[in-house]
């Protein structure tokens, strides 16, 4: 399963266009919209978060393309809750950054989020669930 | 002055306990203890070893009461937050295993499922103190007509629950690569392809069977650090193998030994019992567990005061072997070797990959050495002894 949050920003010649409607049926995506708005000169922001199977969501944002709407992931920020997280070292087998590392010698695995792309790797690989995806709230006001 | 050889009863360790003077030390001080001044004098010196180990440890579950209904019911079917419990038992007893997953879940069908709730899960919410829904079905008999049940409980309300672990601790276990060249997704962790990472899963020189490797004080009634709380072993664990190949100062190799262990549920903790899930392979149990390991003599002073240069593990390929049944050795690595972070594996660096947290290891092993020193946990006399070998 894959997720992310995406703004959609759209002429106005598509504002009447059921894109929404098409994302689900089309290519079996679920959507959580967070905001939506019609600006005066009849332009449209949709933010929103997309979810399905990777290749689905892939041909959904080339359908948004093809269609003339500009499709930009948002600013993601990456959390370690530090109470779930047992300092394993799981997460540090596929972390391309190092912001996840092991410090030695006690093997306490060290979270530094500076170094974060936010590729969502160790989200998916942590074992406790304890790394988790937060969107930038400020992007929705 | 002649030497006597230092021995000791447990009994004796007990009544030192009682009195506060027991002296107890962990399994990483007793390595450097046993380095320094060697082991005959450790042995005098020194009456308890801690352990500790916390890490996913699959064959583990609780064997539940859930109370009688009114009317009442005999459960054929039960679930737990939608994860089935095994209810071919009496008529409201079940057992919840650790790596069932919840009934709805997409399991595999999109490579690596994530597996985000199981019975490792429910385990660990009721240990919180969490509402966990059961719903149970029934075909009613005379004595028991209700035929469905769907409730509420926690763990407070519950009339028994026992947290009892098949197969925990295992002593040594394979280090895990994949030579394929894809990414593989396993219970050691997700594996890159051409050996693009070594994952291990041990507390080394901590880890409770490599610090008693002949199981000497280890047996049914062996009481423990079992999730936050005391548990006992209660025998050898499934797949106890005491005749895998060892190395001269006794351990083994491989994997081989391994613990039947229970506790009761109520006591323990959410920290040291936690739900887990391996992304592409299913649910677990993160399992906390550390055990006590009496200085009876000298020999026992050698056995714990083993170091992470003198254990060892074998490299085995998950992405082709281990499927097939036929795991064989790529090369023998040493827990030292691995710690540090890289091995060198066919002339190439490897990063290496823990599973099992050594900070929570080292946890386990303090709190299980103050329980001791204050006088709060007193060791007891195994029963019946695992399965063992004769020794080197
Ligand atoms: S895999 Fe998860 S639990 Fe383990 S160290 Fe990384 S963040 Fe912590
Ligand atoms: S999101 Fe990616 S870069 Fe950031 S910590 Fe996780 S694995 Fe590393």
């Not at chain 1, 093809?66 to 990456?78: A, H, L, P, T, W």
Request: hydrophobic content about 35%; overall charge positive.
């Amino acid at each position: 399963m894959y997720s992310k949050m995406v703004s959609l920003r759209f002429p106005k010649s598509n504002v009447n266009e059921p894109i929404i409607a098409n994302l689900v049926k089309k290519f079996d995506l679920t959507f959580n919209i967070l905001k939506a708005t019609i600006y005066p000169r009849k332009e449209g922001l949709v933010v929103m978060e997309l979810t399905g199977h990777r290749k689905n969501y892939q041909q959904g944002v080339r359908y948004l393309k093809g269609i003339g709407i500009k499709v930009e992931n948002i600013g993601q920020d990456i959390r370690r809750d530090d109470d779930k997280c047992y300092q394993c070292g799981a997460c540090t087998a596929v972390c391309p950054t190092g912001a996840l590392s092991i410090q030695r010698p006690e093997m306490a695995v060290i979270f530094e989020k500076d170094k974060c792309s936010a590729c969502e790797l160790c989200v998916l690989t942590c074992p406790a669930l304890a790394m988790e995806t937060k969107f930038d709230k400020t992007l929705l006001s | 002055m002649p030497k006597r050889k230092t021995s000791k009863t447990i009994e004796e360790i007990n009544r030192k306990i009682k009195q506060g003077k027991a002296v107890v030390v962990t399994a990483d001080e007793m390595t450097d203890i046993v380095k320094g001044k060697g082991a005959e004098k450790a042995a005098r010196e020194i009456d308890v070893v801690t352990t500790g180990t916390f890490a996913p440890m699959c064959s583990s579950g609780a064997f539940i009461n859930f109370g009688h209904t009114k009317p009442t019911l005999k459960a054929s079917k039960v679930w737990l937050n939608g994860v089935p419990a095994y209810a071919g038992l009496a008529a409201v007893d079940i057992y919840i295993g650790a790596t069932e997953p919840a009934e709805d879940d997409p399991l595999n069908r999109v490579h690596p499922g994530q597996f985000t709730y199981g019975g490792g899960h429910v385990i660990e919410d009721l240990v919180a103190g969490k509402k966990v829904r059961l719903k149970a079905t029934a075909y009613g008999t005379d004595c028991y007509p209700r035929q469905e049940v769907d409730k509420k409980i926690t763990l407070s309300e519950l009339p028994y629950a026992m947290l009892l672990n098949p197969r925990n601790g295992y002593q040594n276990y394979n280090c895990a690569i994949n030579m394929t060249d894809k990414t593989i997704y396993t219970y050691m962790g997700v594996l890159k392809p051409k050996a693009g990472n070594a994952n291990y899963s041990t507390s080394g020189q901590l880890s409770p069977l490599f610090n008693d490797p002949y199981y000497l004080t280890l047996g049914l009634g062996t009481r423990i650090f079992l999730g936050g709380t005391e548990g006992y072993i209660i025998g050898p664990g499934t797949q106890h193998n005491p005749g895998a190949k060892r190395g001269k100062n006794g351990v083994p190799l491989s994997p081989a030994g391994t613990v039947m262990v229970m506790g009761d549920l109520k006591g323990m903790s959410p920290k040291w019992i936690t739900g887990v899930r391996m992304l592409g392979y299913g649910c677990s149990l993160a399992v906390g567990l550390g055990i006590p390991i009496p200085i009876l003599n000298e020999e026992m002073a050698r056995y714990t005061g083993v170091s992470d240069e003198e254990l060892f593990t074998q490299i085995i390929d998950y992405g082709n072997d281990y499927p097939k049944g036929e795991a064989v050795s790529l090369g023998r690595v040493s827990y030292a070797d691995l710690k540090s972070g890289t091995i060198s594996f066919k002339g190439e660096d490897v990063p290496t990959v823990p599973v099992s947290s050594r900070v929570r290891a080292v946890e386990i092993a303090n709190i299980l050495k103050e329980w001791i020193e204050k006088g709060k946990f007193l060791l007891t006399e195994g029963q019946e002894m695992l399965p063992t070998v004769k020794r080197k």
